[in-house]
């Protein structure tokens, strides 16, 4: 199966959950979510927007950010506060501001830290820093795991969190049916290589809610990207972020143990063993192409730059790997156009490399530690 087929089965367990809970969402007019944002200024590299958090990046440092006037495009009906437009101080990403926005009916209210961070990416990945994600959906409340990264500005004094990494927990919520953070896909466990944290990514059943979407399993996966919050999944789930330097290598640290039944739809193939995905690409963006979603992501015309393991299977104890950059159909970075943030970068690890129809092996796990880009 081509490995980029896999990115496919995140968006499609995410269409699963949204339909479900579209099915079973509050009554008109009760939702209280900010849908889009609007930067002056020309400031603007890439906005993210999650369920309680508003992360813009930008390009250098503005004056302008002392008094940046955002305007919010909201769900139906809803207000904000402080209001759209109104100018506020975002030039520290350690001090978020505060938005509330609130239903139309008056019901339902939710806070959002809204923050602006330079676009610059961080390249080394220890899987440390995470919180466990709060939502709430036909009136309960759903946990999962979040990874971040921390980024220390020595020149500026300040430190502040990079949410640069996005799952298929988003999806799994609905499907969870009410079990805890760790029961999900994507998890951080302290068994890390240096006694730490690490990722932990396992192929999990999805339940009776499931089995009724014919969705039997869930692999774990962590992605650089973003979900949109669209109902269109395909195109909602956002793969790679703005990268401006030329990347040559891709290493770090994995245990594999593949799950003891692979299931082809719900039907036991003894003849395949279940396997993992691990891989890098950079890609170009331009006026049509802004990022690659669950559409898009296997097509070939705006890869530069790939880097994967080619050489799989289980692996009981830390195993190193460090694979360099090679070019796609012999295309090399244009120095003006990184320097403009024109190339994204998107790295994808999944416990099963079947996912995208939803094949695997419940209790394949695939371990990540001390991941980095070198350039």
């Given at each position: 199966m081509n490995y980029f087929n896999l990115t496919k089965a995140f968006a499609l367990m995410i269409c699963s959950a949204v339909f479900f809970s579209c099915i079973q969402s509050e009554a008109p007019n009760a939702e209280a979510d900010i849908v889009a944002v609007t930067v002056p200024d020309d400031i603007l590299v890439l906005d993210l927007i999650d369920n309680d958090r508003v992360t813009l990046l930008v390009k250098a440092a503005s004056e302008s950010l002392t008094a940046l006037k955002l305007e919010f495009e909201l769900t139906?009906?809803?207000?904000?506060?402080?209001?759209?437009?109104?100018?506020?101080?975002?030039?520290?990403?350690?001090?978020?501001?505060i938005y509330t926005v609130t239903s139309?009916?008056?019901?339902?209210?939710?806070?959002?830290?809204?923050?602006?961070?330079?676009?610059?990416?961080?390249?080394k990945f220890s899987f440390e820093n995470f919180r466990i994600a709060e939502t709430y959906a036909a009136g309960y409340k759903y946990e999962y795991y979040e990874f971040y990264e921390i980024i220390e500005n020595r020149e500026l004094g300040i430190t502040y969190n990079y949410p640069l990494w996005a799952s298929g927990n988003t999806g799994y919520q609905i499907l969870s049916a009410g079990r805890p953070a760790e029961d999900y896909p994507t998890v951080a466990v302290k068994e890390g290589i240096d006694g730490g944290y690490c990722a932990k990514l396992e192929t999990r059943a999805t339940g009776a809610t499931g089995i009724q979407l014919k969705k039997y399993m869930a692999a774990g996966n962590l992605f650089i990207g973003s979900y949109s919050g669209s109902l269109d999944a395909l195109k909602a789930t956002h793969f790679g972020l703005?990268?401006?330097?030329?990347?040559?290598?891709?290493?770090?640290?994995?245990?594999?143990?593949?799950?003891?039944?692979?299931?082809?739809?719900?039907?036991?193939?003894?003849?395949?063993?279940?396997n993992f995905e691990i891989y890098a690409i950079i890609y170009e963006t331009n006026e049509k192409v802004k990022y690659l979603d669950g559409?898009?992501?296997?097509?070939?015309?705006?890869?530069?730059?790939?880097?994967?393991?080619?050489?799989?299977?289980?692996?009981?104890?830390?195993?190193?790997?460090?694979?360099?950059f090679e070019s796609v159909d012999g295309r090399t970075i244009d120095p003006v156009k990184l320097a403009a943030n024109k190339y994204n970068l998107a790295v994808v690890f999944s416990s099963s490399e079947g996912g995208a129809e939803f094949n695997g092996a419940i209790g394949s796990t695939l371990y990540i530690d001390e991941v980095e880009i070198h350039y």
């Amino acid at each position: 199966m081509n490995y980029f087929n896999l990115t496919k089965a995140f968006a499609l367990m995410i269409c699963s959950a949204v339909f479900f809970s579209c099915i079973q969402s509050e009554a008109p007019n009760a939702e209280a979510d900010i849908v889009a944002v609007t930067v002056p200024d020309d400031i603007l590299v890439l906005d993210l927007i999650d369920n309680d958090r508003v992360t813009l990046l930008v390009k250098a440092a503005s004056e302008s950010l002392t008094a940046l006037k955002l305007e919010f495009e909201l769900t139906p009906g809803a207000t904000i506060s402080p209001e759209s437009g109104s100018a506020q101080d975002f030039s520290d990403p350690s001090v978020p501001v505060i938005y509330t926005v609130t239903s139309e009916d008056q019901q339902w209210s939710k806070p959002y830290e809204v923050i602006c961070i330079p676009a610059e990416m961080p390249t080394k990945f220890s899987f440390e820093n995470f919180r466990i994600a709060e939502t709430y959906a036909a009136g309960y409340k759903y946990e999962y795991y979040e990874f971040y990264e921390i980024i220390e500005n020595r020149e500026l004094g300040i430190t502040y969190n990079y949410p640069l990494w996005a799952s298929g927990n988003t999806g799994y919520q609905i499907l969870s049916a009410g079990r805890p953070a760790e029961d999900y896909p994507t998890v951080a466990v302290k068994e890390g290589i240096d006694g730490g944290y690490c990722a932990k990514l396992e192929t999990r059943a999805t339940g009776a809610t499931g089995i009724q979407l014919k969705k039997y399993m869930a692999a774990g996966n962590l992605f650089i990207g973003s979900y949109s919050g669209s109902l269109d999944a395909l195109k909602a789930t956002h793969f790679g972020l703005p990268f401006n330097r030329i990347p040559l290598r891709f290493s770090g640290y994995y245990k594999y143990k593949p799950g003891e039944k692979y299931m082809e739809s719900n039907v036991h193939n003894p003849s395949i063993q279940d396997n993992f995905e691990i891989y890098a690409i950079i890609y170009e963006t331009n006026e049509k192409v802004k990022y690659l979603d669950g559409e898009t992501v296997s097509d070939r015309s705006n890869r530069i730059l790939e880097a994967r393991i080619e050489e799989k299977g289980e692996q009981a104890e830390w195993k190193r790997f460090d694979i360099p950059f090679e070019s796609v159909d012999g295309r090399t970075i244009d120095p003006v156009k990184l320097a403009a943030n024109k190339y994204n970068l998107a790295v994808v690890f999944s416990s099963s490399e079947g996912g995208a129809e939803f094949n695997g092996a419940i209790g394949s796990t695939l371990y990540i530690d001390e991941v980095e880009i070198h350039y």
